[in-house]
């Protein structure tokens, strides 16, 4: 029997030759083996980002759906509004056919002076001038001056008066006429039968030449 000294390097010889022997074949089977599990991890990484990122992107998809569904499309209806203010103040409003949400965006115009031009736009039957917005309650020169250049007027529709038909009463209502201008109209009317111009109302002196040039683009003498 040997040494207990020389078994014990016996021993560690045979371990260190064992664990050599190891080494060696791992060296020779590792890289084949790294190769085949370092494939097969890409691809279960590739599957598995795949299912998240779809997971992700209908998560968002619902949120938004949710979002839009309990805000009623706040952005949407916000960037809609304000594309509308835009082009509102890029193009000329037309008072005679605007409602009071088109007249807001044009300068020191409110919401009680775009009430009053409407109400005063149906007592005319439509404004044939700008400066007319001057006889409206309380709009200042200046404000007229500064929306001048913002708005325009469609003359076709102007509500005519019918000089040979019209109402006493239809001729009152209008804010140019007096009562004494309408009885004289209407008595001059009885009498001719037609009345053919706004000339022969001046030359007869049936209404004066101021109330004359107001009404000019509301009779119609047909």
Known sequence: ????????????LSLLL??????RITVHLLPEREAQGLEEFEQETSLLMAALAEADSLNMIRQDTLKNKA???PERTYLSRQRNIRSQKAQPVDINRADSADLL???????????RIIKYRKLLGGFVSVDQL????GIPAETIE?????????SSAVRKIHADSASFRELLRHPYLEYEDV???VEYRDFKGHISSVHEL????????????KLDGYFDYR
């Open 1 to 12: 029997m040997l040494p207990r000294g020389e078994q014990r390097a016996l021993i560690i």
């Open 105 to 115: 965006p044009l300068p020191g115009i409110g919401p009680v002076y775009a009430g």
């Open 18 to 23: 064992i664990l050599s022997l190891i080494f």
């Open 134 to 137: 001057g006889e409206v309650y």
């Open 183 to 185: 009885k004289s109209l």
């Open 146 to 154: 500064k929306i001048r250049g913002k708005v325009h007027i469609d």
């Open 202 to 213: 001046r030359i007869n002196h049936i209404l004066s030449d101021s109330t004359l040039r």
């Open 71 to 73: 805000t009623g499309y």
